[in-house]
């Protein structure tokens, strides 16, 4: 688990992608910690054979999720608990504030989420079950596609089964770029990535920043379902 000291005020729990150490987040959660948002990324399953065969499935760790943020409202009912995620993280996210609804998570943020199971997921799964996610939410997605974030299930089936989410392309930006250190090394060499990764990962963080603060210079509250 990564903790990031923020602010009492508000918390961000942040789920990694599969196999994905929390503290390859590091880079783009800092800033938003910065801010005044403290940030927890969990590993909330053992990363390791079991989960490489398919045996965590993305609802196991969409109820750990969701326990965590009840957890975190109860130890601290006057602190405002987000939810967010990136790839599997993002699905499990989704997942979660489903079930915590309608009163949990204040909002949710999906950041380049992938749908499906397995590891070479081809159509959606958590999308396509008719869950509803009814509180405010922001997906990113990341301009330059590829295998490890297909076009079958990639953020944009989210925003179809997610009515009134603000939408947010950040065109040089590619799956892993978000990421810090050997995990942004390891995840470019398997997904594709901008020349120079910095610039969309900055920009992920100020619109993560912004979602969460309600900056109206964001203009997120007005964006269009893109559909």
């Not at 150490?21 to 801010?35: N, V």
């Not at 750990?64 to 995620?85: F, I, K, M, Q, W």
Request: glycine share 12%; with cysteine.
């Amino acid at each position: 688990m990564m903790l990031l000291p923020g602010g009492d005020e508000r918390l961000l729990i942040f789920l990694p992608g599969f196999m994905t150490s929390a503290d390859a987040y590091a880079g783009l959660l800092q800033p938003i910690a910065d801010t005044g948002t403290s940030v927890c990324v969990p590993q909330l399953y053992k990363r390791g054979p079991s989960a490489l065969l398919g045996k965590v499935s993305v609802s196991s760790e969409a109820d750990a999720a969701a326990e965590l943020v009840r957890d975190a409202a109860r130890r601290n009912p006057r602190v405002t608990v987000y939810l967010g995620g990136h790839s599997r993280g993002g699905q499990a996210a989704w997942l979660a504030a489903s079930r915590l609804a309608p009163d949990l998570p204040a909002g949710l943020v999906l950041l380049d989420p992938v749908d499906g199971e397995g590891r070479n997921p081809s159509a959606p799964t958590s999308t396509a079950s008719g869950a509803q996610v009814v509180c405010r939410t922001l997906i990113i997605g990341a301009g330059i596609g590829g295998r490890c974030a297909p076009e079958p299930v990639n953020h944009t089936v989210f925003l179809a089964a997610t009515p009134g989410a603000s939408h947010i392309v950040v065109e040089q930006l590619g799956h892993a770029d978000m990421l810090t250190g050997r995990s942004r090394d390891f995840g470019r060499k398997l997904c594709p990535g901008a020349h120079d990764p910095d610039p969309g990962r900055a920009e992920c963080s100020a619109l993560i920043e912004g979602f969460i603060r309600g900056d109206d210079a964001t203009n997120l509250e007005s964006l269009p379902n893109e559909q």
